[in-house]
């Protein structure tokens, strides 16, 4: 069992910046991929960003550039987002996926919000 809680989020004005942080705990041990997702009014929660061990980080198209996802040696993921848009408004959730020989499981954290707005 992995349990997460991100924080981090707030109100911010266009082009301003977060960081977004998510604290696993349990078998952090287990997990293999580590990732951000969000979710804006209306919509569907897409990807954002993901990191796994050893490989590079992947990005949505629309936040390369602007956003950096980084993961330490211990239990903790972060989102750092700069530039922000107006778009990138929505409740921001930590992923991670934890494998046991062939079982794929997959976490969540709580959300938290981001506002983007002048």
């Known amino acids: 069992q992995v349990q997460l809680v991100d924080s981090g989020g707030g109100l911010v004005q266009p082009g301003g910046s977060l960081r977004l942080s998510c604290a696993a705990s349990g078998s952090i041990d287990t997990i293999y991929v580590t990732g951000w997702y969000r979710q804006a009014p209306g919509k569907q929660r897409e990807f954002v960003a993901a990191?796994?061990?050893?490989?590079?980080p992947t990005y949505a198209d629309s936040v390369k550039g602007r956003f950096t996802i980084s993961r330490d040696n211990g239990n903790m993921v972060y989102l750092q987002m700069n530039s922000l848009k107006p778009e990138d408004t929505a409740v921001y959730y930590c992923?991670?996926?934890?494998?046991?020989?062939?079982?794929?499981?997959?976490?969540w954290g709580q959300g938290t919000q981001v506002t983007v707005s002048s």
């Open positions: 992923n991670a996926v934890e494998v046991v020989g062939s079982n794929f499981t997959d976490y």
């Open positions: 990191i796994t061990p050893g490989d590079s």
